[in-house]
């Protein structure tokens, strides 16, 4: 008989990959969580609407030892609050009741949470960075990442559970389209339906560019192998740091089109940010596969068949784009 894994935030897109693959995997009965029903019809995925997840009444009472995957909670880097109390009380404290629900009901699992590589280091002089470098979080999203990770963390000490926190850098190619979000299909919906495009910052910052393919299989290592000890903190990311002028330069040559590009200051996003993924390969046995220019070309493959076969023009069709 096998157990239960519960993801919660299934409807996002990166909580629908995870529990398409978790599903596909076949070591767990997998049970999505979410205010919304999944963005795409699936037959053999279950998914728990609720009202709020923070609710953990879709918790069964006899479920000891299931795995959680929790994904959902903040996903706009860019929003902004009314000061730290404001955030606390929105975006902070409903995670903690959440898993203090858990534990009330006996519960003493895995839980695996997902956090940002991508924001919560902020700007730091040492590239790749590693898990013990110290959070310099810029924006309310990246505190809001590291505030939970730390209530997580004590939480998992006094009651004793598994935690894992997962620092993801910047996946790209979902399955699931999102209009907006993630500078890949962005920039390549630019190309392609020759759309402005705005450079933000100088465009030589570097990021850590995640397939999500490998974002997948990662999420896949964390349940099916837990790292030993009760806590664990782990990078995943490519460790592959790209600039945006070098986007720009794959995009042009990978669609043959040009983009015409603007530039704009910034002073919320941060520098240059590359993860250290050595970690992840020695706890998880997991390291990346796919590079940038083969993951951009898979994506520009996938665009030209399904504008080719229904003429659709939006990236709101893409069947590979994503967050």
């Known amino acids: 008989m096998t157990k239960d894994i519960f993801i919660t935030g299934s409807s996002g897109v990166l909580g629908f990959e995870a529990l398409q693959h978790l599903n596909d995997m076949g070591l767990w009965t997998a049970h999505g969580v979410a205010r919304r029903p999944l963005p795409a019809r699936k037959a053999d995925l279950k998914n728990i609407e609720v009202e709020t997840v923070f609710d953990a009444n879709w918790l069964p009472n006899d479920a000891k030892d299931p795995t959680i995957v929790h994904f959902a909670g903040l996903a706009n880097p860019r929003v902004q609050f009314n000061g730290y109390v404001d955030m606390s009380i ?7 009741e959440m898993v203090e629900d858990m534990l009330a009901r006996g519960w003493r699992g895995h839980l695996v949470y997902i956090s940002s590589g991508g924001a919560i280091y902020g700007d730091v002089d040492c590239l790749p960075i590693p898990e013990s470098q110290a ?3 810029k924006g309310y999203y990246a505190l809001q990442k590291i505030s939970v990770e730390n209530a997580l963390v004590f939480l998992a000490n006094q009651y004793d559970f598994q ?3 997962l620092r993801v850098s910047n996946p790209y190619g979902s399955q699931v389209p999102k209009k907006g979000q993630g500078v890949i299909p962005i920039l390549l919906d630019a190309a392609m339906n020759a759309n402005p495009f705005t450079v933000i910052g100088t465009g030589e910052e570097m990021r850590d560019y995640l397939h999500i393919s490998d974002f997948r299989n990662a999420i896949g290592k964390a349940c099916a192998t837990p790292p030993k000890g009760r806590i664990n903190t782990i990078n995943i990311g490519s460790g592959v740091g790209t600039s945006l002028n070098a ?3 794959l995009a042009m040559r990978l669609t043959g089109k040009q983009i015409d590009a603007k530039c704009a200051e910034t ?4 520098k240059s940010n590359i993860l250290d993924i050595r970690r992840a390969k020695a706890l998880l046995d997991w390291e990346p596969k796919i590079g940038i220019e ?4 898979m994506m520009v493959a996938d665009y030209r068949a399904l504008n080719t076969e229904s003429n659709v023009r939006s990236i709101n069709s893409f069947r590979r784009f994503g967050s």
């Open 90 to 96: 929105r975006e902070i404290t409903p995670h903690i």
């Open 267 to 270: 002073t919320f996003d941060v």
């Open 294 to 297: 083969e993951g951009i070309a």
């Open 135 to 137: 959070p310099r979080p």
């Open 247 to 249: 986007l720009l330069g």
């Open 163 to 165: 935690l894992t926190i």
